[in-house]
């Protein structure tokens, strides 16, 4: 059965000026998974100056209508009590939660980022983004993405009936579920094209992304980009972790038992 890991060896010093972490995929069905990112709030978040969250932190999202489910109000509390402690919270939509608005924004007293977005921080520039956008190689992946980022069919789908909505979400995360069982793993990582395009671009020496849960530094051409890790405390090998920029400008990466 698993057991969370104590939160006392992953405390973050007090210098730490930014915090980073996605996937999560929070749902009632993650208990544990939910208890330790509420920790993580309470313990590390409360300790830094600015909190980014870069996608898919809900397993799914179907719209802002859904503010009084209890779990919603659950996680809503806990991220607004982070914002009025006087921590900057920012948002980047993932490929499950890109239906966020601005009335769920506000009630976690969070900005909502476009995407990418280059964050000023410490004299350094750092390029942050969820990461799905750049698994061109998925070319099944990307033909979905494009129509569910559409206005209108958000306009569409959002006018029908919450039930209607959960219930599609639910048969599209069982057929992704089914899709990725018969892709290369190869494909669904970002294109190595897209990711120099984007240090070119926005003139940047590092990027932050989730999106692959393959967690790892890689460096390109001296360029260093971070890829955040998943989060499953309720598997029974426990997994997460975020990312801290220390006050020097060094980069910390921390798992959820507090090992680099």
Not at 18 to 37: G, I, K, Q, R
Not at 106 to 117: D, I, K, Q, T, Y
Not at 142 to 157: G, I, K, L, N, Y
Not at 197 to 209: G, K, P
Request: with cysteine; charged share 25%.
């Amino acid at each position: 059965m698993s057991t969370l890991p104590p939160r006392r060896s992953a405390k973050v010093p007090p210098e730490t000026l930014a915090l980073f972490v996605s996937d999560l995929h929070l749902s009632p069905d993650l208990p544990l998974t939910t208890e330790m990112f509420f920790g993580f709030l309470r313990d590390q978040a409360m300790m830094t100056k600015a909190l980014y969250l870069l996608g898919d932190i809900f397993e799914y999202w179907a719209g802002d209508d859904d503010l009084d489910d209890s779990f919603h109000r659950d996680v809503i509390r806990a991220l607004r009590s982070v914002s009025d402690h006087g921590v900057s919270v920012y948002w980047i939509a993932g490929n499950r939660d890109f239906l966020v608005g601005e009335a769920f924004a506000n009630a976690c007293g969070m900005r909502v980022l476009n995407e990418p977005h280059v964050a000023e921080i410490a004299g350094r520039r750092i390029l942050l983004l969820h990461g799905d956008a750049q698994c061109t190689d998925d070319t099944d992946y990307m033909a979905f993405r494009s129509q569910v980022r559409d206005a209108e069919w958000q306009r569409a789908f959002l006018a029908r009936s919450l039930a209607e909505r959960k219930a599609i979400i639910s048969r599209m995360r069982e057929g992704s579920r089914q899709a990725q069982r018969n892709k290369p793993i190869a494909i669904m990582d970002v294109n190595a094209r897209e990711i120099e395009y984007l240090f070119d671009a926005y003139a940047v020496t590092m990027m932050i992304h989730g999106h692959t849960h393959r967690p790892q530094v890689h460096e390109h051409n001296g360029r260093v980009r971070h890829v955040l890790p998943d989060w499953d405390c309720d598997a029974d090998v426990v997994r997460g972790g975020w990312i801290a920029l220390e006050g020097g400008g060094e980069f910390l990466r921390v798992n959820v038992a507090g090992r680099d």
